[in-house]
């Protein structure tokens, strides 16, 4: 028999369903997450409105509460997992623009790091924008980058860091790049939730993303930009 205080969700209108959500993915409730992301796009919101509303919204308490000392690595990480859970459900629906191919982009977190939530919402974003994305996963070294730039040939090189401790490495493949003047041949993009313009700037990086829909602006915007250059 059902509890009398079970939440039906398709029960909620629109605002309390999203703070429901927002509780469910705090808690780790990877079941709830799909079913309330599937009744919003019923509901015809559309794909980006339930990634940003109803889910980044979201893992933003639990980081929030993560930083304070509320919430710790376990119970984070299932709220990882309900967020990624609602994310497969978008992808297919973001990545289903119909948009003309825009360029192709190697991303990866780098070495020592292995939060790849913002790299995924990345990566998604971009191929609904109609970029090819190469997705090297999470812990990158150098070597691997390198790796995928030469099988690859991509117009852009993304990459993300969540850690203070593993920001730096990204001036590590930046300097790499310029040794082996490899550099200029393609467009450095970084990204992550420590790093600022600032910092893109000093490592040497050709922008710095804020989040998802800027990483796809710049993108478009530099890659517009290369391919309007002379000898192009
Ligand atoms: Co971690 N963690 N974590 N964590 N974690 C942070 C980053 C932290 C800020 C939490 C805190 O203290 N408030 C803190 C870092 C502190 C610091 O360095 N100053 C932290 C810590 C300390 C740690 C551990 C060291 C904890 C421990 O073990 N004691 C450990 C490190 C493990 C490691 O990497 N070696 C750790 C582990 C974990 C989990 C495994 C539990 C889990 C990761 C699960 C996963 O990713 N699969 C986790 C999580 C979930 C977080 C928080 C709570 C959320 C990150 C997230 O997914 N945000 C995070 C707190 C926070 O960020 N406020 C935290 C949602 C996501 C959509 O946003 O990733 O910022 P974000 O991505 C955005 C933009 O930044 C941008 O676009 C994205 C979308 O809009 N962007 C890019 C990101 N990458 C880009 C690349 C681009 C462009 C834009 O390329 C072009």
């Known amino acids: 028999m059902a509890d009398d205080d079970e939440i039906i969700l398709s029960e909620l209108p ?17 079941e709830e997450i799909e ?3 599937r009744i919003l796009l019923d509901r015809g919101w559309t794909p ?3 990634l940003t509303k ?3 919204s979201g893992m933003k308490i639990v980081g929030d509460d993560f930083r304070d000392g509320i919430l710790f690595v376990p119970e984070v990480l299932l709220s990882a997992n309900a967020m990624k859970s609602g994310m497969t459900i978008l992808k297919p629906l973001l990545a289903e ?4 191919r825009m360029g192709k982009m190697v991303i990866g977190t780098v070495k020592g790091d292995i939060h790849d939530i913002g790299k995924n ?9 109609g970029f090819e994305v190469v997705d090297l996963g999470i812990n990158n070294s150098v070597e691997k980058y390198l790796e995928a730039l030469d099988s690859e040939t991509p117009d852009i090189l993304g990459m993300s860091a969540l850690l203070t401790t593993t920001m730096p490495y990204m001036k590590v493949v930046i300097d790499t790049l310029k ?5 200029e041949d393609y467009i450095v993009l970084v990204g992550g939730a420590p790093l600022n313009e600032e910092f893109g700037k000093a490592i040497g990086a050709d922008a710095y993303c804020r989040d998802a829909a800027v990483a796809v602006e710049t993108a478009k915007q530099l890659v517009a930009r290369r391919h309007n250059q002379p000898g192009a």
């Open 14 to 30: 629109d605002d309390e369903l999203v703070l429901q959500m927002h509780d469910d993915l705090y808690d780790g409730l990877k």
């Open 35 to 37: 079913e309330g992301t």
């Open 48 to 50: 980006y409105d339930v």
């Open 54 to 56: 109803a889910l980044v």
């Open 97 to 100: 623009t119909g948009a003309p």
């Open 121 to 129: 919402l990345v990566a998604m974003m971009m191929e609904g924008a």
């Open 179 to 183: 040794e082996k003047g490899m550099r």
